[in-house]
């Protein structure tokens, strides 16, 4: 078959269609990505060069009230008129959209032309974009079973949240000596999503002072806003770190790390539990309807996080947290096998076939 995965915006939403094309592939169908014109997608799919993609000129929804408004109409429109062109010659028999705004034209675009559309959401409380486009589409796919409640009049299946091939483990210390980190030292991984987190960078800043001669290294990823920054401070605090703005073999630092301090995007947490990492997770404040607390909360029930939030968040606190994983490595270790009880196990492939299952009937 001929499919549409529309996934740009964030890494929340492309790296799971990402992972979710990358079984397509394997399964013979051809795959065309539409993504956004932001700089993460054009990073992500700079080394991927077998997929073909188109980027759309869609902008995130602003309130009704706002001059804004008038752009994003004038961008929809933009993006609805390239999709039709588009469908005309690749002629999909099947569209996926992985929400955000970059997915609503592709999903209304198959919904005129007659063709199977389907959602992933994969978060706890799902976004206005899947909100609008669950009304359009055949089924909408969970990452979370709690996200259901959202879509009482649409067929819903609980898929979990891809994660891409490359993503395998590898062995702990050779993925450290390959950071330029020591073999055998408690690793913390810090990341606040595709795009860094200034919050999170701030704190872990703040808190260095508490944590000089602790038995701990660091790898953190900063985001390219406050790399020279972060850099600079663990340099004089002489804490040994490896800090990069991006990474594109993550592989390596989840393998590396004995736990982790992230965001709680739906997509990380999927890759966290993958690798078993007991995380302390600080949910972005401003994420709409307060969902990275939603998911947080979810793995903090089953006991594989711990939730700080970030107004709350100061350096002795974090210091705190940070020391309690370090000290006490029974706990981590039940953390850990907690994590991995929540690990997504087989989503893109469930994705995949329900994909197929939809052109069967």
Sequence with gaps: MNAIIACGGTGGHLFPGIAVAEVLRQRGHEVLLFVSEKEIDGLALSTRSQFRFEKLPTVGFPSVYSPRIFGFLRRFTESLSLCRSIYSKFNPQVVLGMGGFTSTAPILAGRLRGISTLVHESNAIPGKANRLAAKMVGAVLLGFKEAAQFFPKVRT????????????RLDKESAQLKLGL?????TMLVMGGSQGASGINQAMIKSLPSLRGASLQIIHLSGSRDERLVTDNYRREQI??????????????????????????????AELAFFGLPTILIPFPYAADDHQTRNAEIFARSGAAVVLKESDLTAELFTQNIRAMIDHPEQLRRMSEKSLQLAPGDAANRVATTMEEFIKS
Excluded at 157 to 167: A, N, V
């Design 182 to 186: 020591q073999a055998g030292v408690t």
């Design 157 to 168: 299946e609980i898929t979990g949240t891809p994660i891409r091939t490359e993503l395998k």
């Design 240 to 269: 040994p770190a490896f800090v990069a703005a991006f990474h594109h073999h993550m592989e390596e630092v989840y393998s590396a790390a004995d736990f982790a301090v992230a965001r709680s995007g739906a997509a990380s947490l």
